[in-house]
């Protein structure tokens, strides 16, 4: 058990992210004692992150910031989670891992993407920050294909999950294409379904906004603007599912700012 009243140094208190070891401890304990945490596995808990993740999205855009201390929690807790589970798979098994694994993999992706921070680079600015975060993760990427066997040839958009938001996809593509030389000319509506859509995406994308964040706010607008004209059509005794189109229009028209 950590000893919580133990210092780094005298007088320092402390060191941050000593609570991180408590919270292994508690999972750990979870893992053997609890019926539900210790079935758990790496599948079972996948709708889990997706799920806190967007909770803690939903916080940072409402503003609610004490409440973000709690939703983050949340999603840490996914992560230490799939950590322990990790470290449950016997010594020399190759999909072993611990939470320092993790930690230091991460650690390690973020000096090496970072010559600027951690070594000798120098950069001009956030677009030559970005240029090298390209070629190193390209660079990442055809060693590890080589390691697997391949010929190191890799496409500039791999690494780019599917298993996301349409329109957060269509903005990630679309940014690593230019980022490593696309023209932008070629990211255009190609005729058929959605592509409208991709389209609009890239007008964003090229003014230099987020389409996924835009489109949400644009959702909550619509959200707002529906019930305010509900509260004005029950304010005159209406039902608003028994409003006519014309009674629509007038009552939006009453929430216009």
Known sequence: ???????PGEGTGPAPGHRMLRLVEVMEKLRRECPWDGSQTHASLAKYLIQESYETLETIEDGDYAQLREELGDVLLQVVFHAAIGAERPEGDPDRFTVDDVADAIIDKMTRRHPHVFGGAEVSGIDEVWSDWEAIKAAERARKSEAQGGAGEVSVLDGVPFAQPAVLLAYELQKRAVRNGV?????VDDGAEGGELFAAVAVERDQGRDPETDLRAAARRFDARVRDAERAARADGRVPRELSPEEWRTYWSMTDQ
Not at 1 to 7: C, K
Not at 183 to 187: E, K, M, N, T
């Open 183 to 187: 023209p932008g000319d070629l990211v």
């Open 1 to 7: 058990m950590i000893d919580e009243t133990e210092t």
